[in-house]
């Protein structure tokens, strides 16, 4: 696989939050609550912020009826959907969160026009894929993982990735970066080698996600804890020239 580090980049995206909102040329949130499966929170665009120089994405305890069904928390996602994707390139973001139990905060890319989360759209090798450059989990610790899915959600699912060596306080300031090209895909954190897959490669553009998610498999939240951050201090995407 080619060692892209050395490639010559080209800036195709940026957003270094340095403006009081949310810019919604660049980015998308739905104004309305939704919730995703059997998700225990809904995203809300009432936990996104633009606070002193950074976005802040915020997991809270506070319950909300959506289509019906009473959910305890709330927290946020942004996306570039409809806005901005990219096949191939850099993608990278220096991010903090809060070191509690419960809480997923995710820096992430998702196949666009992709409808629902539940379809099996991802073709092995084809279409998209999930790929995870940034993860964590309180029960990692010092741990936190880069992970790509691709087949779908269903019986066809494949994934490739893992937990990356230990950070010394995985929840401070760390820039995290994907390098993706047509051979696979390569994971850095601070500037460091952590990850390279061949596996499940897209071949069409793809979205930026920013998100926390709460509870579920990421451990029980401590109501007494939240609420709970996520800030991103900025987000860069380069094409290779």
Avoid at 77 to 91: D, E, I, P, S, V
Avoid at 122 to 146: C, F, N, P
Wanted: aromatic share 16%; with cysteine; hydrophobic share 35%.
């Amino acid at each position: 696989m080619q060692n892209n580090s050395e490639a010559k980049w080209r800036l195709t995206f940026l957003d270094e939050f340095d403006r009081a909102e949310i810019d919604g040329n660049r980015w998308y949130y739905p104004y309305a609550p939704y919730y995703i499966g059997e998700d225990r929170f809904a995203y809300c665009c009432d936990n996104l912020s633009v606070e002193d120089g950074c976005l802040v994405i915020r997991a809270t305890r506070n319950p909300i009826e959506v289509n019906g069904k009473e959910l305890p928390y709330r927290a946020a996602a942004l996306k570039t959907m409809h806005r901005f994707a990219q096949r191939y390139g850099r993608f990278e973001a220096r991010i903090s969160f809060d070191d509690k139990d419960g809480i997923i905060p995710a820096f992430w890319l998702m196949p666009r026009q992709v409808p629902q989360l539940e379809q099996n759209f991802l073709g092995i090798g084809g279409y998209g894929a999930e790929v995870d450059i940034m993860e964590h989990i309180y029960a990692w610790r010092d741990s936190t993982s880069h992970n790509v899915h691709w087949g779908g959600y269903g019986e066809e699912h494949i994934n490739a990735g893992g937990l990356f060596p230990a950070l010394q306080e995985p929840w401070g300031w760390h820039t995290y970066a994907l390098e993706w090209d047509e051979e696979g895909y390569r994971f850095f954190v601070d500037g460091a080698l952590t990850g390279e897959y061949t596996g499940g490669v897209a071949s069409a553009p793809e979205y930026v996600l920013l998100s926390m998610a709460v509870g579920g498999w990421g451990g029980t939240p401590q109501d007494d804890e939240l609420p709970a951050c996520m800030r991103v201090d900025w987000i860069r995407v380069y094409e290779k020239v």
